[in-house]
């Protein structure tokens, strides 16, 4: 059975920094593209970032550009996302998505890891 | 990149169909047949319910169906149940190698 299972959410200030991280089980990690996703609360989904399997190309939101970096470690199954500059608009849950490759459908999502911004 | 274009809320009698729209330009869905659309119900995370404009994935009713003309995409749910009552979200592939959702559709079963 795919799994995923986000971790490192919490409250934090803004302009604060934080590390997510999604652990895969129940599929060959290291051969799909994984991807993550957010929700702001009551609000829409919005994609955030990609990385290609094999720790391929990595792709951005222009609104998330610059300040968050993915990253993947195929030995772990892990997936990971380095988030600097945290503005209140980056309150959200955060998915960690399975896809086959760049521009394949989700076809698997953690339960997500909440992200808040205050202070 | 702007989200697509969704109407906020749908609604249906049980048994009917309704049909989702999802307006998007040439550089995603009138561009590329990488169109996908989701249910999320309250609570829970997304799931995948078409991928490449109107592909089902197993397991998912064969009372949802989905088609593109030009820059529009677009899903209908035959039949419809309680069970649909929902959020729906589509999303494209667009030319600058990223992804955009729309903002959504709420889905009620009157």
């Known amino acids: 059975e795919v799994q995923l299972l986000e971790s490192g959410g919490g409250l934090v200030q803004p302009g604060g920094s934080l590390r997510l991280s999604c652990t895969a089980s129940?599929?060959?990690?290291?051969?799909?593209?994984m991807s993550w996703v957010r929700q702001a609360p009551g609000k829409g989904l919005e994609w955030v970032s990609s990385?290609?399997?094999?720790?391929?190309?990595?792709h951005y939101s222009d609104s998330v550009k610059g300040r968050f970096t993915i990253s993947r470690d195929d030995s772990k199954n892990t997936l990971f996302l380095q988030i600097h500059s945290l503005g209140v608009g980056d309150t959200a849950l955060y998915y960690c998505?399975?896809?086959?490759?760049?521009?394949?459908?989700?076809?698997?999502w953690g339960q997500g890891t909440l992200v808040t911004v205050s202070s | 990149q702007s989200a697509l274009t969704q109407p906020a809320s749908v609604s249906g009698s049980p048994g009917q169909s309704i049909t989702i729209s999802c307006t998007g330009t040439?550089?995603?869905?009138?561009?590329?047949?990488?169109v996908s659309w989701y249910q999320q119900r309250p609570g829970k995370a997304p799931k995948l319910m078409i991928h490449?404009?109107?592909t089902r994935p197993s397991g998912v009713s064969n009372r949802f169906s989905a088609s593109k003309s030009g820059n529009t995409a677009s899903l209908t749910i035959s039949g419809l149940q309680a069970e649909d009552e929902a959020d729906y979200y589509c999303?494209?592939?667009?030319?600058?190698?990223?992804?955009?959702f729309g903002a959504g559709t709420q889905v009620a079963v009157l």
């Open positions: 998505t399975r896809a086959a490759g760049l521009i394949d459908p989700f076809d698997h």
């Open positions: 129940g599929f060959t990690f290291s051969t799909y593209a």
């Open positions: 990385i290609k399997r094999n720790s391929g190309s990595t």
């Open positions: 040439s550089s995603d869905i009138g561009g590329y047949n990488y």
């Open positions: 490449d404009v109107g």
């Open positions: 999303s494209s592939f667009t030319s600058s190698s990223t992804l955009v």
